[in-house]
Every structure is written in structure tokens, then in C-alpha cells.
């Protein structure tokens, strides 16, 4: 047992808990200085509505009066030079700390949000902010208004619904299921935004259990492109209900609240880890992809390679059920993988237990990702190839299947129903060595889609991705550009992969 295990880790010291994440950042370069110039009139160079409510005036161009919205806000509104500034700009991803806002705004309430929708809409780029954790920066627009939400935090469990407003990181979220004896499947790191996770679809170690966490939207609170504040829901505005679940984070409006259908927690689970010998990742990456997609929804598991030479290889998961359950599934896996594990560790856990197992830290990090989707297995060996000689990279390959399957591809915005599992491609950076590490993650991304992995998860986003927007959405990319312009006719959230674009 290593020391991680001691700790109750799973395996990759700081990136562990990117395992399930996504992390993107190799566009960078774009989203830096992509939207959110103050000088460029949004209403200007908004495409025209294919059908809107309400009806597409032309929006003010002229600066937004700070003086006056700060006046109006429950909570601060900071401006460059301001002191706080520098630390209330900062995103999750340190690569963008060079991102300057031209305001940072603390939303307490609703109608906070409101206000700074109202002043800003048509003047400077827009967008919220919950959890900081764009992979891309997005929360931190050059140049624009940062919405921040992370004081709309409550998190209300009553019976079976969860009411968490839109601020709310994983962690609470959880200690607050927890405290109530429910379960609602989510990400793993714990100052992930339920926010962001929720809109880009959201995976987490219950996934192929219960399914993605926007599967468990029964409701939201929307402000909307014009201050409106709407509720969406299958009964009320059924267009931007849809959109909210997998259309990913800043396209359609702020939300301001989820309301969530959760489930009991489940009365016993079981978590694992297993590293194979270095050089063996070919053999178990074959064996996992049959295994994984025979597997039942109980069992979610994940395959990390780190790369270098050899490519290092581990696997770890979460087992609904109890310890001898999990040991024969894990034989299956071991007896197929042309290698014996050289370290175990199996542990009965709770529920709040199983999900801190995962969570890894929560301190910022630097780094450049991207991902890609398996739908049936792939050449093992090709895909370890494009690991080999890497070192600082890994990929994080996240079982899907199971209950993630189980709605239509277009039931809901998440298109990557029929996934077999996505693959991360996470690589630490540095501002020196940004634009070669970009380069690295940008060749590997193509090295998986010549391996057979196309697609993108939209939570990973990666300004960098070629064919983005497909890869993302894929046939449900129409339909959301239609309602984000029914809902957004001026493109007053536009950022660099909106889905206006
Ligand atoms: C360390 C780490 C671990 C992760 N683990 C997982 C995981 O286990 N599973 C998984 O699926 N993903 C995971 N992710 C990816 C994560 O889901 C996305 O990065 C997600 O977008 C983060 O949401 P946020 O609220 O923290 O980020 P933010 O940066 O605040 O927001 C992300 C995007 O959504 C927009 N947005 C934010 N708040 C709102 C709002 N209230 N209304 C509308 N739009 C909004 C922002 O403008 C931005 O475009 C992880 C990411 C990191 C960095």
C-alpha cells in the first residue's frame, strides 16, 4: 500500500481527482484573448435570432455605470486596482490569472443577479461564475463582467428533492446529502461547482448507477439575456429545461438555483484501487474496456495512464455493494489483464466516504487538457502509444455506460449517451512552457481520435478542440443554438465555444 492509499487516495497525487473531471485548457491562448473586449459592442456582432422572446431590440453599447450597479448590489463589485481584486478575479486554473475582468461582482441574491445582467447586457461580456472551475477560463472573461454566484450556496435536502442554489461546491452538496441520508451522483473534486458540472452533464463515481447529475434536474432558476427570471422545468419552458441538461455552463442564462431528485444513500459501498506493473497498460486497457462494458451499474470504474516511458497504469472505482461483490467483478478484470496488480486496496465505505475518497485537493493548479469519447473498444495498444513519452500527462479514462445510457441521445442536451467512457488528456503547464505542453495535449487528442476515440465532453472544454462543437454536442448541436438564441438573441453570454457561434 503506498502512501496515498494510507491516506485513503486513489492514486495520482495532484490530479487525482481530474480523473473524472475534465480539464482544457489548450486552447488558452484563445480564450485569453477571445471574448471580452470592452471596446467591442456585443449587440453589434449578434447573429439574428432564429425565433425570440422576447423580441431582439438593439441593446446600449455605451460603458456600463459601475457606480450605479454597485450601488444596487447586495454583495461588492470590484474594478482593476480595487483592493481584493487581484484574489477575486482568480479561476481554479492558474493560466488564466492573467485574465483581468473589467469588473468582478459578488451576487448575494437574485436580484443581484438581475441588476448586473441588466447593466452589462450589450456593454461588456458577460458570465457567470459558481465553482471557477472552466478548464478554459471561461468564468473570467477578459475584459468583462464576472457574475460571481458562490454566495447563492444553500443546500436544502427535503425528503426526496435537493434545493442547492447555483454557488454550492460538490463538497457541500454532499455533506449536506449525506446529513439527510440521500445521494445525488455528481463530480469528484470538492470545489467543483454544482453550476457547471450540472449544465455540462456531470460524471462522478455513482454515474452508472444513478446516472449523470443533470439526468436529476427536475427544476432551475434562470436569469435570463434580458433580467428575466424564469423557471425551467419539463411544465415551464421546456426548450431551455432541455438545453440546461448537458448544453454546458454560460450559454442560455445564469441559473440561480437547481432543484434535484435524489436518491437514498446507498447503505454500503465499496472503493478500490489497483496499480499494474509500468509497461502493462496495453494488456489492461484491453481487458478493461471489455470488462468495464460487461460490468453492472454498480460497478463504475476508472483506467488512468501516466504518461512517460513505460507508461504507468492504474485503475480505480466505486462498487455499490459490499467487499466479496466487488472482489469477484475485480477478479474478472485481473485475470484478463496479462498482469497481476503490484498494490490493492479495497474499502468498505459510506456514502460522504466514497465521495472524499475521490476528491483529491482542492488547491489551484496550472494545467492544459482536452478530452475525447470511446463508444466501442478502441486499439488498447495505439491509445497506450500516444501516452508513451509524455511524462506530467495523463489520461483519465472514466467509465460510462449503465444508467448514463439509459435516456435517448436527444432526450436531454448530453449527446454521449452510447459512451463506453470519455478519455481526459490532462497535462500540468506553466505560462513558460504553456504553448509546448498545448502542442502535446493537441497532438495526443489527435492521436486518440486516429485510435478511434472521437467526441468531446463539454465540462473538459478545450478551446483548442478541432471540431468542437460536434464533438460536444454532436446532432443535438442545431437545437441548442436554436434555443440559445431564442433565449439569448443578442449573444450577451458569448464566450469562445458558445453555442452562438
Ligand atoms: C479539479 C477538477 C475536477 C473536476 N471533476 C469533475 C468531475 O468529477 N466530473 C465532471 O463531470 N466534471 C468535472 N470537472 C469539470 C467541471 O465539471 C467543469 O469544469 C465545470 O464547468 C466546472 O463548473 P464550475 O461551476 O466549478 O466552474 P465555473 O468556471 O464557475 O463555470 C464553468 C462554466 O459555466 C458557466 N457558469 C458558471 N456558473 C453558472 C451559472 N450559475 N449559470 C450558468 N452558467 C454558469 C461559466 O460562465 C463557465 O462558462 C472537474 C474540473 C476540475 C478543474
Not at 119 to 148: E, K, M, N
Not at 251 to 264: A, S
Not at 332 to 359: H, I, S, W
Amino acid at each position: 500500500m503506498d502512501s496515498e492509499h494510507d491516506q485513503g487516495r486513489p492514486g495520482v497525487p495532484r490530479r487525482a481527482f481530474l480523473r473524472i473531471a475534465g480539464v482544457s485548457a489548450a486552447g488558452a491562448v484563445v480564450a485569453a484573448c477571445g471574448p471580452g473586449d470592452p471596446a467591442a459592442p456585443v449587440a453589434s456582432t449578434a447573429p439574428a435570432p432564429a425565433t425570440s422572446t422576447p423580441p431582439a431590440t438593439r441593446l446600449p453599447t455605451a460603458p456600463p455605470n459601475w457606480d450605479d450597479l454597485r450601488s444596487q448590489l447586495t454583495g461588492n463589485l470590484l474594478r482593476p486596482g480595487a483592493d481584493g481584486y487581484e484574489t477575486a478575479k482568480q479561476g481554479f486554473n492558474q493560466l488564466f490569472d492573467g485574465n483581468n475582468p473589467v469588473a468582478v461582482a459578488t451576487a448575494s441574491t437574485v436580484q443581484d443577479v438581475q441588476a448586473c445582467v441588466k447593466a452589462a447586457a450589450g456593454r461588456v461580456t458577460i458570465a457567470a461564475r459558481s465553482g471557477g472551475h472552466s478548464y478554459a477560463g471561461y468564468s473570467v472573461p477578459q475584459g468583462g463582467l464576472v457574475i460571481d454566484v458562490a454566495a447563492l450556496n444553500k443546500v436544502d435536502v427535503q425528503g426526496g428533492k435537493a434545493v442547492i442554489g447555483a454557488g454550492a461546491k460538490l463538497k457541500d452538496v454532499y455533506a449536506a446529502l449525506a446529513r439527510a441520508g440521500r445521494a445525488l451522483p455528481a463530480g469528484s473534486c470538492p470545489t467543483v461547482g454544482i453550476a457547471g458540472l450540472t449544465l455540462g452533464g456531470g460524471i462522478g463515481v455513482l454515474a452508472r448507477k444513478y446516472g449523470l447529475t443533470c439526468d436529476h434536474l427536475s427544476s432551475a432558476q434562470v436569469v435570463a439575456a434580458d433580467g428575466r427570471t424564469l423557471t425551467a422545468s419539463a411544465g415551464s419552458e421546456p426548450d431551455l429545461f432541455w438545453a440546461l441538461r448537458g448544453g454546458g455552463g454560460g450559454n442560455f442564462g445564469i441559473v440561480t438555483e437547481f432543484t434535484f431528485d435524489t436518491d437514498p444513500a446507498p447503505p454500503e459501498l465499496t472503493v478500490f484501487s489497483l496499480h499494474f506493473p509500468a509497461g502493462s497498460g496495453a494488456g489492461v486497457l484491453g481487458a478493461w474496456q471489455q470488462w468495464i462494458a460487461a460490468m453492472p451499474p454498480e460497478l463504475w470504474a476508472n483506467l488512468v495512464l501516466s504518461g512517460g516511458s513505460p507508461v504507468q497504469c492504474r485503475v480505480s472505482g466505486c462498487y455499490v455493494g459490499d467487499t466479496a461483490g466487488l472482489t469477484t467483478l475485480l477478479n474478472n478484470l485481473t485475470t484478463n489483464a496479462g498482469a497481476r496488480p503490484t498494490q490493492r486496496v479495497v474499502k468498505p465505505v459510506d456514502y460522504l466516504g466514497a465521495m472524499k475518497y475521490f476528491e483529491g485537493g482542492s488547491n489551484r493548479q496550472s494545467f492544459v487538457a482536452s478530452s475525447r469519447i470511446i463508444t466501442t473498444p478502441v486499439d488498447a495498444a495505439k491509445l497506450v502509444a500516444v501516452a508513451d513519452g509524455r511524462p506530467g500527462m495523463d489520461l483519465l479514462i472514466d467509465g460510462l455506460g449503465g444508467a448514463v445510457a439509459g435516456p435517448a441521445k436527444d432526450a436531454t442536451a448530453f449527446w454521449h449517451r452510447d459512451a463506453l467512457a470519455s478519455v481526459q488528456v490532462y497535462a500540468t503547464a506553466t505560462a513558460r512552457n504553456r504553448a509546448k505542453v498545448t502542442e502535446s495535449v493537441g497532438d495526443v487528442v489527435a492521436g486518440l481520435a486516429a485510435a478511434g476515440a472521437g467526441g468531446g465532453y463539454v465540462n473538459y472544454i478545450d478551446p483548442a478542440l478541432p471540431d468542437w462543437k460536434t464533438a460536444y454536442y454532436g446532432d443535438n448541436a442545431k437545437r441548442l443554438q436554436e434555443v440559445a438564441q431564442k433565449y439569448d438573441p443578442h449573444n450577451v453570454f458569448r464566450f469562445g465555444q458558445g453555442v452562438i457561434s
